[in-house]
Nanobody
Framework: QVQEVESGGGLVQAGGSLRLSCAASGRIFNNYAMGWFRQAPGKEREFVAATSLSHVNTYYADSVKGRFTISTDNAKNTMYLQMNNLKPGDTAAYYC??????????????????WGQGTQVTVSS
């Protein structure tokens, strides 16, 4: 059962920007750390960024560090991913999820649940 809804994907030229949104239920947002993952056709699901349980601390994959920024609006139970200086290699379906298994590292998709339906990001060269 999808309990999160992503939006904001689209087609953009290399060097451009997009902001993704992930709206979650209060029950999920207030009880779990949150993360963004992406998956390109034929590739494994890949960690992008995550928050801590309090949504104060943030973590990034090396491939997006300095270009992407994860943030939250706690009043709206919403998480964002600001993506700048996009590259063709960023093309993928982007998913948000809740870090439900805290014994699993935050960069491992197998520790996440309540996945959204995904939003497609396509970066043209």
């Amino acid at each position: 059962q999808v309990q999160e809804v992503e939006s904001g994907g689209g087609l953009v030229q290399a060097g451009g920007s997009l902001r993704l949104s992930c709206a979650a239920s209060g029950r999920i947002f207030n009880n779990y750390a949150m993360g963004w993952f992406r998956q390109a056709p034929g590739k494994e699901r890949e960690f992008v960024a995550a928050t801590s349980l309090s949504h104060v601390n943030t973590y990034y994959a090396d491939s997006v560090k300095g270009r992407f920024t994860i943030s939250t609006d706690n009043a709206k139970n919403t998480m964002y991913l600001q993506m700048n200086n996009l590259k063709p290699g960023d093309t993928a379906a982007y998913y948000c999820a809740a870090h439900v298994e805290r014994t699993v590292p935050a960069d491992d998709w197998r520790g996440y649940g309540y996945w959204g339906q995904g939003t497609q990001v396509t970066v043209s060269s």
